[in-house]
């Protein structure tokens, strides 16, 4: 007999449906108590992000206080505190996109704690799926089991995990991935051994084979062949979680291991406090009263604590007090990663390392916990699409507008990138250091990915002689290439030369279009984008190149008798205290200052809404480096993501420009 409950094969939801309607006013009355029934025509919000679910002050709480919150950061502003708990709705249906943006698994527990037994969404993103599947929220894409919830039937579960696989299958029966787990080590169950053959693999494909765990009670690792779809899991390199998130692993970890419980190879899991090292310098005396700075100070408190009961190499702040030792995708890319290597982080934007040549990606806080446990991921090996790049970049153009175009363009508007890895490969990286290859890589997960990945070459191996300090031998190790014949899901050549210089418009970074035809739109019509806020920083935009590009911009404008406009506020912020030191070296602090812009420790900040440089008002309007411009995710403001180059230049001009354009 199982000694791991499994959960009931009936899913019988007590509660209404919600529908998150277009139509905010039927959307407030569905909170006040008007039941709506399912209608095909209804148009429901699409591209709801994490941000929006749980948004970044939320995240201060990691128990069921979480519930009172869900959603509190909807557009529209119909969802205020208690909003989702007090509708009491067992199901909660939306548009496209569900679940985009950060990893935060704050998003989908705060529904769960809200009631929700199951989330039904046009198309659902990866992160966010697979955290439902976690904690034992059941999610769907079919629209054909509302009318059978409204008239009050138990739907099969097995119609909930159809199209899953094994391990997917498994964790839903279990209520999640804790019980799953648990019924695995006990041999309760064990995943079908996979049977690919050896086969033309894509790079993902070749790393997962390589650290695929072949036989679970020796260890022993490698695999002929994978192939996508295929459910298994895999060793570890690196694991790492911040100060937004170690806390609530932490308590994930004990409930489902309990209090003795051991992390396993304990050396190659990193902790940072990076991301609100700055959250409560900005802090408003309302929050503050609501005792939020409290529950920051709570997290970093939390997490050193664990960092120091179990040995885990800890990145906290620098020596002397000011900001952080690094934001953790610069340190991995700058001190932790490795070509071949799996690496899985608490933050979306674990995918940065994939510049390097290895498999990074993001996971939410149950998997991290488990990864705690086992030093095992779980992965449904995922499709890839191959982005050739060719030729040479246009004057200007850089990493930022090449991704935002590949963003903007119809298959990935459509939602085709979600899930699958976006492999860049061709000619043209050359064109790219390290730092901009990282933008590529970092970038992937904003149109749905998995991860983005590049090939290890000579600029890798370069770049881990002379930066990272490693041997020609071991720099030479985990080049793992795809196979010429390598079977990819679609592949798209770019040309370099016909990209241009780029802006996403706010509210989704898919929204890309060329600076110049960039306009703000109000009711009186469309008007130049004027700026009063230019930020450069975060892990996407506060490289040592990006650092170059403000620099150059500024220099020049310095020697043309310009400064950053009056009315605009330019903020610079370092990824790391070694971004920092480049910059001191290479004289730009003095270039920064004398060009009116505001120099930021190194830290996480306005990126996530926890730092100088955030919006304080709903009309004011922003130009930034960073990855993401989901509503509320930078403050209320209105957000046009750019490179660092347009960035600067907008700062001069006080208005959205180029650099070619403002000193022609």
């Not at 957000?639 to 001069?652: E, T």
């Amino acid at each position: 007999m199982s000694t791991i409950p499994r959960r009931d094969p009936m899913v019988k939801v007590q509660g209404r449906v919600l529908y998150l309607s277009k139509d905010l006013d039927l959307l407030e009355r569905q909170l006040h108590g008007e039941i709506v029934k399912n209608d095909p025509q209804r148009e429901l919000i699409d591209n709801i992000s994490t941000d929006e679910m749980t948004p970044g002050w939320v995240c201060f709480w990691y128990d069921e206080t979480l519930g009172d919150y869900c959603l509190v950061g909807l557009r529209g502003a119909k969802v205020a505190k208690d909003s989702i708990k007090n509708a009491r709705p067992g199901v909660i249906v939306s548009g496209l996109s569900k679940g985009c943006g950060s990893s935060r698994e704050t998003a989908p527990y705060s529904e769960k704690v809200a009631g929700v037994q199951v989330v039904v969404a046009k198309t659902i993103e990866k992160i966010y799926g697979q955290n439902c599947r976690n904690i034992g929220l059941v999610a769907t894409t079919d629209f054909s089991v509302l009318d059978r919830i409204e008239r009050g039937e138990g739907i099969p579960l097995s119609e909930f995990t159809r199209g899953l696989n094994d391990v997917e299958r498994g964790i839903v029966e279990y209520g999640g991935l804790f019980n799953y787990n648990k019924a695995r080590l006990l041999g309760e169950i064990t995943p079908p051994p996979l049977s690919t053959p050896k086969r033309p693999m894509t790079l993902v494909e070749k790393i997962v084979a390589d650290r695929a765990i072949a036989d679970a009670k020796t260890g022993r690792l490698g695999l002929p062949g994978v192939q996508p779809g295929d459910a298994l899991f895999c060793r570890t390199d690196v694991r790492f979680s911040h100060d937004y998130t170690t806390a609530m692993c932490e308590s994930l970890f004990l409930e489902g291991y309990g209090q003795d419980a051991k992390l396993r190879d304990v050396g190659s899991i990193f902790a940072f406090r990076d991301h609100l090292v700055f959250r409560n310098a900005i802090m408003t005396d309302a929050d503050k009263a609501k005792g939020l700075h409290i529950l920051v100070d709570n997290l970093a408190t939390v997490q050193e604590s664990f960092a120091v009961k179990h040995g885990v190499r800890y990145f906290g702040l620098a020596a002397d007090g000011k900001g952080s030792e690094a934001i953790c995708h610069n340190a991995v890319m700058e001190e932790l990663g490795g070509p071949g290597q799996i690496v899985v982080g608490t933050d979306s934007h674990t995918c940065t390392a994939g510049a390097l040549g290895c498999f990074a990606f993001g996971v939410g806080s149950t998997d991290m916990a488990n990864a705690w446990y086992t030093a095992d991921i779980q992965i449904k090996v995922p499709a890839s699409v191959q982005y050739v790049l060719k030729g040479q970049p246009a004057a200007g153009v850089t990493a930022k507008d090449v991704m935002l175009f590949i963003m903007s363009q119809q298959y990935s508007r459509d939602g085709n990138c979600i899930g699958k890895v976006l492999e860049f490969s061709g000619g043209g990286l050359a064109h790219f250091n390290m730092d901009e290859r990282a933008t590529l890589t970092n970038l992937a997960v904003e149109c749905g990915a998995t991860t983005g990945i590049i090939e290890a070459d000579d600029v890798t191996r370069q770049y881990l002689v002379r930066f990272r300090g490693w041997s020609e031998a071991r720099a030479s190790q985990g080049f793992w290439k795809a196979d010429v014949d390598a079977v990819y899901d679609a592949t798209f050549d770019i040309d370099l030369s016909q990209v241009p210089q780029m802006v996403a418009t706010p509210g989704d970074p898919r929204n890309g279009v060329r600076v110049e035809d960039a306009r703000f739109t109000d009711a009186s019509g469309a008007h130049p984008v004027v700026v009063e806020i230019a930020y450069g920083g975060s892990c996407t935009g506060g490289k040592m190149a990006d650092m170059d590009m403000y620099a150059d911009v500024l220099k020049e404008g310095l020697a043309r008798g310009m400064k950053v406009k009056e009315g605009v506020r330019m903020f610079i912020q370092f990824g790391s205290q070694r971004i920092k030191r480049y910059a001191i070296e290479k004289g730009y602090l003095d270039v920064f200052a004398r060009a009116g812009a505001e120099v930021i420790e190194p830290s996480c900040g306005a990126c996530i809404n926890a730092g100088p440089g955030v919006s304080r008002t709903k009309d004011t309007i922003t130009v930034s480096a960073i990855n993401r411009n989901f509503p509320g995710r930078s403050g209320p403001g209105h957000v046009y993501l750019a490179s660092p180059r347009v960035v600067a230049a907008s700062a001069l001009k006080g208005t959205l420009t180029t650099p070619e354009a403002l000193f022609r």
